[in-house]
């Protein structure tokens, strides 16, 4: 039963277009979610997060958006850069918990 | 302030036999926890110490097995390792158990079973 579902493995966009990466969820205890970006051979970067009392969180060009009633969280790139370029992982937390239930990632490309 | 190490970052072990991986948190985090990351299941959670106890642990099998020290740093053991054990093994730290605080990780140990 997957969770955390990334529906696109992959997202093409030009330089310093809007890149925006979708995630849906089907946990109603999820109360905590967050953004990863992944390089080869590198562990994932923490990028932002946001609580389910909020609706938006914003962190210079990354802006994440939550939609609890439609369990979807995108996270949105402005300008997209190329070393934007990585695989980008959501994940989730339960209320009561502190593991972290991943989606499949995404992998971005931003061409020069 | 220095990020999650693990060590050794490869390893290549043979069928049958054990392998351990070490873990050293960020400074002052007291929470670590594990993930394997392999192509077909993505990252999956392997379990999580806090305060040298076991909180949390995933669906994997017994033969999977860690452990926290006092000083926060952590282990995790495989016994008995099979093919399908090839995988990066993910440490992360956050800064307190329960506080919504997001977890940070290390480079991971690529482990190869042949």
């Known amino acids: 039963d997957q969770q955390v579902k990334q529906n696109s493995p992959s997202l093409s966009v030009q330089e310093g277009r809007i890149s925006i990466l979708n995630c849906d969820y089907t946990n109603s205890m999820f109360d905590y979610f967050l953004w990863y970006k992944k390089y080869p051979a590198e562990g994932p970067t923490f990028l932002i997060s946001i609580s389910s009392i909020k609706d938006k969180n914003e962190d210079g060009r990354f802006t994440v958006f939550l939609n609890k009633s439609a369990k979807h969280l995108s996270l949105h790139i402005v300008p997209s850069q190329p070393g934007d370029s990585a695989v980008y992982f959501c994940?989730?937390?339960?209320?009561?918990?502190?593991?972290?239930?991943f989606g499949e990632g995404t992998q971005l490309t931003v061409n020069p | 302030k220095a990020g999650v190490t693990q060590t050794p970052r490869y390893l290549i072990k043979t069928r049958g036999q054990q392998v351990t991986l070490s873990c050293s948190p960020i400074s002052g985090h007291r929470s670590v926890s594990w993930y394997q990351q392999t192509p077909g299941q993505g990252l999956q959670f392997l379990f999580e110490y806090f305060s040298e106890t076991q909180r949390n642990k995933g669906n994997f099998p017994g033969r999977f097995s860690g452990r926290q020290f006092s000083n926060s740093r952590s282990e995790m053991n495989v016994s008995t390792l099979e093919l399908g054990d090839s995988a990066l093994y993910l440490c992360a730290s956050s800064l307190w158990e329960g506080f919504p605080s997001p977890l940070h990780f290390g480079n991971g140990t690529r482990l190869t079973v042949t």
């Open positions: 994940a989730a937390r339960e209320t009561s918990g502190s593991r972290l239930t």
